[in-house]
Nanobody
Framework: QEQLEESGGGLVQAGGSLRLTCAVS????????MGWFRQAPGKEREFVAG???YYADSVKGRFTISRDNAKNTVYLQMNSLKPEDTAVYYC????????????????WGRGTQVTVSS
């Protein structure tokens, strides 16, 4: 069974950058397509980014998803952050990602808080 653990969240001013990391334990990391989601207070969890190059419209041009297979790790580089990016960010191991969604999600991480101040 895979375990996913996010890190790298924190408090940043608008316009700043953060890089989130999702470390995946287990032996089948290469079997999954990875995605990032977020959930703001009072809102539903929403798709942010999925491999290889799928992004929500709200983050296109600002966020980049990448993977290091040697480290069993996936990253989310977030630039030009806005207050509306404030949320708990989750990584997920999925069967497939496409425009605006990932399907067949098998595992979730516990999330990391990102807070962007204005």
């Amino acid at each position: 069974q895979e375990q996913l653990e996010e890190s790298g969240g924190g408090l940043v001013q608008a316009g700043g950058s953060l890089r989130l990391t999702c470390a995946v334990s287990g032996r089948t990391f290469n079997s999954y397509v990875m995605g990032w989601f977020r959930q703001a207070p009072g809102k539903e969890r929403e798709f942010v980014a999925g491999e290889t190059t799928y992004y929500a419209d709200s983050v296109k041009g600002r966020f980049t998803i990448s993977r290091d297979n040697a480290k069993n790790t996936v990253y989310l580089q977030m630039n030009s952050l806005k207050p509306e990016d404030t949320a708990v960010y989750y990584c997920a191991a999925a069967a497939r990602c496409s425009a605006y969604r990932c399907t067949g999600i098998r595992y979730w991480g516990r999330g990391t808080q990102v807070t962007v101040s204005s």
